[in-house]
């Protein structure tokens, strides 16, 4: 176990990690504004890596791509919304949970349907595929390290425009007290519907640049989008600092944990059973986490409002 | 003392009941073995559905990890007829067990290990309420899910294939009927049981604890307790069938633990009318009818079912109970 592979590893998790973020401070957003649990928040992501992919394949520019990509989900976002979701925001959290699964088959089998079962292909953009020297010898892609940066970029554009903005005031004020905001005439119809596309867009993004990293297919929102379960659940639903927290302790706890359980268990395991105990064992490193996290807390680190 | 009027709802129940009786029977007599298996196939998804809705519709826990129950128990069947086929012991320390294919050793092996894991999710679920216990017991379910992809022994993501399916002492489970009839009498049990923990003073207590905790614990019970019992019974249900799917399929593998599984039984559950207690039988009959209609027609099924879901959670609540039966007897 050498210097540089911990400082890759500790890298890979702070990119798993901000990634994360991006799909949990939505779903955290969206219920702790309107009190919605939304499974189809996976979606959201997928229709961004989709969107991207196409376009980027069909246009030749990442960059058009990861445009489309966005508008595409927050558009998506904002008609399932318009359709659906506002039905929801009354009723118990079962029906919200039945009717956002059902979303998710139509998204999927709908994808499926128009794109096919084989994967698409997204290549990282030209001007970001090399790799920079890290201290200690090895090299890392440069890709990853711009995913990093957009995630720390877009956690701190969200504290502004919620602590500092004025729609940030109203989100800040559903949140709390939805009836009195309605009687100070601010359109709470619209504000949700906004919240819920902003939302949808920094799931698009996520999977936009995900999809340059692995294959762009139906379904792959999914493990992600139970990731940001276990993450905003560790944090407290409702709190974006919970969020931010959450997502950095499970992206750098799973990494780490599937790098070194299993050479820490062929310390005293036959090298065979080592990987194998290791491996399934790493694979439930991150509930373990949150188990232990909830016998203390029981909702959450940073729990906002319940 | 008057004649009790019998229900609507009454009817329903028995004529699905009888459906589901006579059909196989009537298939299986023209030869028409598929239809047995349908038949069978819809009797396991009942009963999974039959121990969800002792959760979700009585106890008002909405889990969204049944399927770890449901794997749990396939697994359980699975393992052991691994180990019975391949003369091996399935522990060796530190005490030895052998492999059985004999169903009477499988069941309660597997509803014990579903016990035991119930009280394990439940115990730290169950101090949370809400959206939380939603996304925890789903986090549990996965966290199975992935440990069963990762641990090569049983097959990891490939699964494990049953190639004898277990055996019932005196009867031929080979025969599809006959294992139908072994499947069928398994749901009846499962209602009979759960009408039965309903009508008790624990059934009573455990309703009071979905419609008003602190009236209960005011009346001197305290509600957690019930409701891991609930949940572990529940669980238990869910996993029987869990086994008895593995031998029908002749195959577990890690789809049985996914939670589109945990989502399918919950749909189940919402499709035949939450909290009725045949609810979970026309959610199945109509779940498997439309599975092998549509799935038939087209390959995307699933898009169809989602929107049917989404009609009836938006616009039709009660589900099929509701339109055949009217609205629920009680509250």
């Known amino acids: 176990m050498t210097l540089p592979l911990l400082f890759e590893q500790l890298l890979n998790g702070l990119q798993l990690g901000t990634m994360l973020f991006l799909m949990a401070s939505g779903l955290t957003l969206v219920f702790g504004v309107m009190g919605l649990i939304n499974l189809a928040h996976g979606s959201f992501y997928m229709v961004g890596a989709f969107v991207t992919a196409w376009t980027a394949g069909t246009t030749g520019s990442f960059w058009v791509g990861l445009g489309a990509g966005i508008l595409a989900a927050a558009a998506v976002g904002a008609v399932v919304e318009l359709l659906v979701i506002r039905r929801l925001y009354h009723r118990q959290h079962l029906d919200q949970v039945l009717a956002t699964f059902a979303l998710i088959l139509i998204f999927s089998e709908g994808t499926r349907w128009l794109f096919g079962s084989s994967p698409l292909w997204l290549n990282v953009p030209e001007a970001l595929s090399g790799a920079v020297a890290l201290p200690g010898g090895s090299r890392y892609p440069v890709f990853r390290l711009v995913i990093i940066a957009v995630g720390v970029l877009v956690a701190v554009a969200l504290f502004l425009l919620i602590s500092r903005t004025r729609l940030g005031m109203r989100i800040r004020a559903g949140e709390s007290d939805r009836e009195m905001i309605g009687a100070l005439g601010i359109d709470i119809a619209k504000l949700y519907t906004l919240v819920f596309a902003l939302g949808a867009a920094l799931a698009g993004l996520a999977g936009s640049m995900i999809g340059a990293l692995q294959s762009v297919q139906v379904g792959m929102g999914e493990p992600v989008l139970i990731l940001a379960f276990v993450v905003i659940v560790i944090g407290g639903i409702g709190s974006i600092k919970g969020a931010l927290i959450g997502s950095i302790l499970v992206g750098l706890v799973d990494t780490l944990g599937r790098v070194f359980l299993p050479s820490l268990f062929k310390l005293f395991m036959a090298p065979a059973d080592a990987s194998g105990v290791g491996a399934a064992l790493a694979s439930m490193l991150i509930y373990v986490l949150m188990a232990i996290i909830l016998a203390f807390k029981p909702k959450g680190l940073f729990a906002a409002n319940d | ?331």
């Open chain 2, 1 to 331: 003392m008057t004649v009790p009027r019998i229900h609507r709802e009454t009817w329903v129940n028995w004529t699905l009941l009888g459906l589901l009786l006579v059909a196989p029977v009537i298939a299986n007599a023209l030869g028409e073995v598929y239809y047995v298996n349908l038949a069978t196939r819809i009797a396991i998804v009942a009963m999974a559905a039959v121990g969800l809705n002792l959760a979700i519709g009585y106890g008002g826990m909405i889990s969204f990890g049944h399927a770890a129950f449901f794997g749990l128990g396939g697994y359980v069947a699975g393992i052991s007829a691994f180990h019975a086929f391949d003369m091996t012991p399935v522990l060796s320390w530190p005490v030895t067990m052998t492999g059985t294919d004999n169903l009477l050793v499988i069941w309660p092996a597997a509803m014990l290990a579903c016990a035991v894991l119930a009280l394990a999710i439940g115990s730290i679920s169950l101090r949370t309420s809400g959206v939380y216990f939603i996304m925890i017991t789903l986090a549990f379910a996965q966290m199975i899910y992935y440990f069963a992809v990762s641990w090569p022994t049983y097959g990891g993501e490939d699964g494990l294939p049953i190639y004898l399916r277990n055996q019932f002492p005196g009867l031929d489970s080979n025969d599809p009927l006959s294992f139908f009839l072994i499947c069928f009498v398994a749901l009846v049990l499962a209602l009979a049981i759960t009408a039965r923990l309903m009508q008790s003073r624990f059934g009573a207590a455990l309703s009071m604890a979905r419609i008003n905790e602190t009236r209960l614990a005011t009346a001197g019970i305290a509600p957690y307790p019930i409701r891991l019992v609930a949940f572990v019974i529940s669980a238990v249900i869910t996993g029987l069938a869990g086994a008895l799917f593995a031998d029908l399929n002749g195959f577990v593998g890690p789809s049985m633990l996914s939670w589109h599984r945990s989502g399918e039984i919950m749909v189940i559950v919402i499709l035949g009318g939450v909290g009725r207690l045949y609810g979970p039988l026309s959610g199945a009959i109509l779940f498997v009818l439309m599975e092998t209609l549509l799935g038939g027609l087209t390959e995307y099924w699933l898009l169809f079912l989602g929107l049917v879901l989404l009609f009836v959670v938006l616009f039709a609540r009660g589900g099929v109970m509701g339109l055949l039966a009217g609205r629920a007897r009680h509250e």
